[in-house]
C-alpha cells in the first residue's frame, strides 16, 4: 500500500530533550516536506526538500533540522525542544517539485513540558 | 503578508442539502488551488485541483470554482451525507523557490446531519 508513515504517533516528552520523528515514505518521491498544525492557524511548512541531500527552509524553521540521506526518508530532529514547539506535525510527499497532489502521514503529537 | 481566510466556524447542515464552503486569499496570486479533507487525527487528504484558467472542476458530487478577481474559491458538496462531516483546507499554490508551494488555509469544519 503506497503511503506515508510517521513514527512516534504521540510523543510527550520535556523542554531541551533532543528527539527525532522519523518519516518514510514507500512512492519513490522526490518532494518531502514537513508541516506543523496548530489551532486556527493552518499548516505550516518547517522544511522541504526537492531530492536526495536537498533540504532548503520553510516558513517557520527556527528550532528544526532535517537531513534527507536516503529518499524515503526525511526525519525531523528538534535538538533542544521547547514548549512553543508542542504541536501536530505531519511530513508529505509528492512526486517531484512541480507535482501538485502531497500525500500526508498520519500525524504526530507532541508535547512539551 | 500572504493571507487565506476560511470560515473558522463549523458548518452545520441537513443531509441531503448542499454545503458551500468559502476560501478568501490576499497578497498573492496562485496559479493552481487545491481542497484537502482532514478527519480527526489523521492527515490531509487531496481532493480536488483547480488552475487559474479554469472557472469550475467537478468530481463526481464535489464542485470547484475559482475566481481569481475575486481571489476566492468556492468548495460544493452536492447531496451531502453524513460520512461527508470533516474538515476542509484550501491551499492556494503558486511556484516559489523551484518547487509548488502550497500555503494552507486553517479549514471549516463541516458537520452534516442525518
Known amino acids: 500500500e503506497a503511503q506515508v508513515t510517521q513514527n512516534p504517533r504521540y510523543l510527550i516528552t520535556v523542554t531541551g530533550k533532543k528527539l527525532t520523528v522519523t518519516c518514510s515514505q514507500n512512492?519513490?518521491?522526490?518532494?518531502m516536506s514537513w508541516y506543523r498544525q496548530d489551532p486556527g492557524l493552518g499548516l505550516r511548512q518547517i522544511y522541504y526538500?526537492?531530492?536526495?541531500?536537498?533540504?532548503d527552509k520553510g516558513d517557520v524553521p527556527e528550532g528544526y533540522k532535517v537531513s534527507r540521506k536516503e529518499k524515503r526518508n526525511f526525519p525531523l530532529i528538534l535538538e533542544s525542544p521547547s514548549p512553543n514547539q508542542t504541536s501536530l506535525y505531519f511530513c508529505?510527499?509528492?512526486?517531484?517539485?512541480?507535482?501538485?497532489?502531497?500525500?500526508f502521514g498520519p500525524g504526530t503529537r507532541l508535547t512539551v513540558t | 503578508s500572504q493571507k487565506i481566510e476560511q470560515n473558522s466556524e463549523a458548518l452545520n447542515i441537513q443531509e441531503g442539502k448542499t454545503a458551500t464552503l468559502t476560501c478568501n486569499y490576499t497578497n498573492y496570486s496562485p496559479a493552481y488551488l487545491q481542497w484537502y479533507r482532514q478527519d480527526p487525527g489523521r492527515g490531509p487528504v487531496f481532493l480536488l485541483l483547480i488552475r487559474e484558467n479554469e472557472k469550475e472542476k467537478r468530481k463526481e458530487r464535489l464542485k470547484v470554482t475559482f475566481d481569481t478577481t475575486l481571489k476566492q474559491s468556492l468548495f460544493h458538496i452536492t447531496a451531502s451525507q453524513p460520512a461527508d462531516s470533516a474538515t476542509y483546507l484550501c491551499?492556494?499554490?503558486?511556484?516559489?523557490?523551484?518547487?509548488?508551494?502550497?500555503?494552507f488555509g486553517a479549514g471549516t469544519r463541516l458537520a452534516v446531519h442525518p
Open positions: 526538500s526537492m531530492n536526495v541531500e536537498v533540504t
Open positions: 491551499a492556494p499554490t503558486m511556484f516559489s523557490g523551484g518547487y509548488n508551494k502550497l500555503i
Open positions: 512512492m519513490n518521491h522526490e518532494y
Open positions: 508529505a510527499s509528492s512526486l517531484g517539485r512541480l507535482s501538485h497532489e502531497q500525500y
